[in-house]
């Protein structure tokens, strides 16, 4: 992908149109998801992950009812 600054544009909108460009081509998503890219959890990891959440959840709300949090 190749922008060229126009004869008598300013930096700040050759900024924009750049950045625009960008997004409207998918590049940055596709940089993001490659950076954060994470390994794929087992079945078990992620039901204990799950119930864990849960149960915080229940304890939290649990706590705000009995008005010690």
């Known amino acids: ?13 050759f900024l924009y149109r750049f950045n625009k460009r960008i ?3 998918g590049v940055l998503k596709e940089v993001k998801k490659r ?7 087992n079945r078990s990891a ?3 992950a799950a119930l864990y959440r ?3 959840v229940e304890t939290i709300t649990k706590a705000k ?3 010690s949090r």
């Open 1 to 13: 992908m190749e922008i060229r600054k126009r004869k008598n544009e300013s930096v700040s909108s």
């Open 23 to 25: 997004q409207q081509t």
């Open 35 to 41: 950076r954060f890219h994470s390994r794929p959890v």
């Open 46 to 48: 992620r039901r204990n």
């Open 54 to 56: 849960k149960t915080r």
């Open 65 to 67: 009812k009995q008005g």
